[in-house]
């Protein structure tokens, strides 16, 4: 099963994020957001009043992409994009268009991995990196955690999952009493399970559910779509 999904993966050039359903074209992004998950952000905030972006202090915005993470040049890899002329990691690129909506800071998770730029050789690494439910070392790490109420987390989608330098990251912070909202960059599956995925590593959190979620080949349009499901969930 793996060939077939490898095959379609390589004619499609999207090395950095593995799915089995890379034939899947998807027309848009996905800018979902409804009314409950939205009083659930505002119930966390202390005064239950609204933030504007500039007064969004307390937001982190972590994200992981292979493309920081890679040993070839970033503008070669395959999880690039480029917007305004600057080539970026496709889930840092959302990562920064959540930032200009909500504010917030940005967080980088980064690990002593050095990810192959090849994409044979990054699909067979990232197999074996679940089969053997590996840890990868993380080498950026959040300092003030107890500075943020609202997490938002990014990753890409591999083999239905999550890659598992996040596991690392999940298993190294306690989210309690925090909020954790999760958006990621697929090839055809979306989230997959991976958000209920989180609920079970962070039990202790509010995960919300309806997260974004947008196709590598929609990244370069989804700064409308991000605005719309951030200002959804009211920031």
Request: proline letters at 3%; aromatic letters at 10%; glycine letters at 6%.
């Amino acid at each position: 099963m793996r060939k077939s999904i490898k095959n379609v993966a390589l004619c499609m050039a999207a090395a950095l994020f593995l799915t089995a359903c890379g034939n899947s074209q998807e027309a848009a992004t996905t800018a979902e957001a409804n009314s409950t998950d939205a009083a659930k952000i505002e119930s966390v905030q202390s005064d239950g009043a609204e933030e504007s972006a500039e007064d969004s202090g307390n937001m982190l915005i972590a994200y992981f992409t292979a493309a920081e993470n890679s040993v070839v040049d970033a503008v070669s890899s395959a999880s690039v994009v480029t917007i305004d002329g600057e080539a970026k990691g496709c889930v840092q690129a959302v990562a920064e268009m959540i930032q200009e909506t909500a504010g917030g800071e940005l967080f980088s998770i980064q690990t002593s991995v050095e990810y192959p730029g090849d994409i044979g050789e990054l699909i067979d690494y990232a197999a074996i990196e679940q089969d053997e439910n590996e840890r990868p070392e993380l080498t950026t790490h959040i300092e003030n955690l107890e500075d943020y109420d609202v997490i938002f987390v990014g990753y890409p989608n591999w083999w239905y999952d999550m890659p598992m330098v996040m596991y690392s990251f999940f298993e190294e912070y306690d989210f309690s009493g925090k909020t954790i909202i999760p958006f990621n960059v697929h090839n055809g599956s979306r989230f997959s399970s991976t958000i209920s995925t989180i609920q079970e590593l962070e039990p202790e959190a509010m995960v919300i559910e309806d997260g974004f979620t947008v196709s590598i080949n929609n990244v370069t349009a989804a700064e409308e779509s991000v605005k719309e499901w951030v200002d959804a969930l009211n920031y």
